[in-house]
């Protein structure tokens, strides 16, 4: 299934209706097989793609997303209500996953320093995960919401089996939001 949404990522493609169906019936087994495996090197490649948004997108409309990351379930659908967040959580999150992938391709002179400066990156895949974390501590009934998605990240790059120097990466970056 992970591989499934690496060829998402990589071609920019949908899934059928019938396979999005086929793996959502599959979830159960599909939670227990990953129980079992380290995941961070098959979610790297996900990451790494220059679609990852829709792959994750794809993920979250099957209900993978969920699956692979209990912290991600309570922001499915959460309202914030403050200046930043015209859409829920879980989209807010999604939608800056595509701008920074548009980014690239951006022709406008005043975003071209920042699609310089992500030209630089060589392993995209922890800066993704991190925007993937960035504003889960906002479903934390109270505290501050970047130190509640840094301990939330952290425990799902323990589970996933994470290399420690792409955990200090995450973690600067939610840090610093």
Same mark, same amino acid.
């Given at each position: 299934?992970?591989?499934?949404?690496?060829?998402?990522?990589?071609?920019?493609?949908?899934?059928?209706?019938?396979?999005?169906?086929?793996?959502?019936?599959?979830?159960?087994?599909?939670? @227990?097989?990953?129980?079992?495996?380290?995941?961070?090197?098959? /979610?790297?490649?996900?990451?790494?793609?220059?679609?990852?948004?829709?792959?994750?997108?794809?993920?979250? +409309?099957?209900? /993978?997303?969920? @699956?692979?990351?209990?912290?991600?379930?309570?922001?499915?659908?959460?309202?914030?209500?403050?200046?930043?967040?015209?859409?829920?959580? !879980?989209?807010?999150?999604? =939608?800056?996953?595509?701008? /920074?992938?548009?980014?690239?391709?951006?022709? +406008?002179?005043?975003?071209?320093?920042?699609? !310089?400066?992500?030209?630089?990156?060589?392993?995209?895949?922890?800066?993704?995960?991190?925007?993937?974390?960035?504003?889960?501590?906002?479903?934390?009934? +109270?505290?501050?919401?970047?130190?509640?998605?840094?301990?939330?990240?952290?425990?799902?790059?323990? =589970?996933?089996?994470?290399?420690?120097?792409?955990?200090?990466?995450?973690?600067? /970056?939610?840090?610093?939001?």
């Amino acid at each position: 299934a992970l591989r499934l949404f690496e060829f998402v990522g990589r071609h920019g493609l949908r899934l059928a209706q019938e396979t999005e169906r086929r793996l959502i019936e599959r979830l159960p087994e599909l939670r @227990e097989a990953w129980a079992a495996m380290p995941l961070w090197p098959a /979610l790297a490649a996900i990451l790494a793609q220059p679609n990852a948004s829709l792959a994750l997108r794809v993920m979250q +409309d099957t209900g /993978l997303l969920g @699956e692979l990351f209990p912290e991600w379930q309570p922001a499915e659908c959460l309202v914030i209500r403050d200046f930043f967040h015209r859409y829920t959580v !879980d989209e807010h999150t999604l =939608r800056a996953l595509e701008a /920074l992938e548009a980014l690239r391709a951006s022709r +406008d002179p005043a975003r071209r320093p920042f699609a !310089d400066l992500l030209s630089e990156i060589g392993e995209p895949a922890p800066l993704r995960f991190a925007l993937l974390f960035h504003d889960l501590g906002k479903a934390a009934p +109270d505290g501050p919401h970047v130190a509640e998605s840094v301990r939330l990240a952290q425990a799902a790059m323990e =589970r996933i089996g994470m290399p420690e120097d792409a955990r200090r990466t995450v973690r600067a /970056l939610i840090e610093h939001h």
